[in-house]
């Protein structure tokens, strides 16, 4: 009996090893993977990379950033209107919109299980609210004509945010 389980347990293993090894049959998908990355390997290798020597867009974006940034950036909001098309006025803010899919934190974090690997699972913000992953709104820091207070306020149409006021010839109502 010693015997037969001695010569047994190196059969099993050889033959878990050929099961393994069995080829399993590609999706299409996988397929279709594998023709886009030679693809783009022959894009590449003919192509390479642009020859930016300036980097003109980058700075220009490092600019707008820093821009942005400033302490007491005030700002005016004004609505697009869908009918005409033109602007309305719609108050005096602090800095520019921000979208109101944009979150503080990153919305997705790695979860390790132990039997399948890592998965990406949704992560709450401080707030411990799910953002969506695109919302039609942004919000802006209203300055309250009626007095001094900057309060957040939420805006569904479309909305243009100018450092200067603009031209009243761009407005459906000029002031």
Request: some cysteine; proline content about 7%; aromatic content about 10%.
């Amino acid at each position: 009996m010693k015997r037969y389980f001695s010569w047994m347990i190196p059969v099993a293993i050889c033959s878990m090893f050929l099961l393994s090894s069995c080829a399993v049959k590609k999706s299409s998908d996988d397929i279709q993977r594998e023709q886009q990355e030679k693809i783009l390997e022959e894009g590449s290798a003919q192509t390479g990379m642009p020859a930016i020597k300036n980097f003109r867009e980058k700075k220009i974006l490092k600019d707008i950033l820093e821009l942005r940034d400033q302490d007491g950036l005030v700002t005016y909001t004004y609505i697009v209107s869908e009918v005409t098309g033109k602007l309305i006025f719609l108050g005096q803010t602090i800095g520019y919109g921000i979208p109101y899919a944009t979150q503080y934190t990153n919305p997705q974090k790695l979860e390790w299980k132990s039997s399948h690997g890592y998965y990406n699972l949704p992560q709450a913000d401080p707030n411990g609210l799910f953002a969506p992953a695109s919302a039609e709104g942004t919000w802006v820091l209203m300055k309250d004509p009626n007095g001094t207070k900057v309060v957040p306020l939420y805006i569904e149409p479309r909305i243009v945010v100018s450092p200067f006021k603009l031209p009243n010839s761009l407005l459906q109502n000029p002031q």
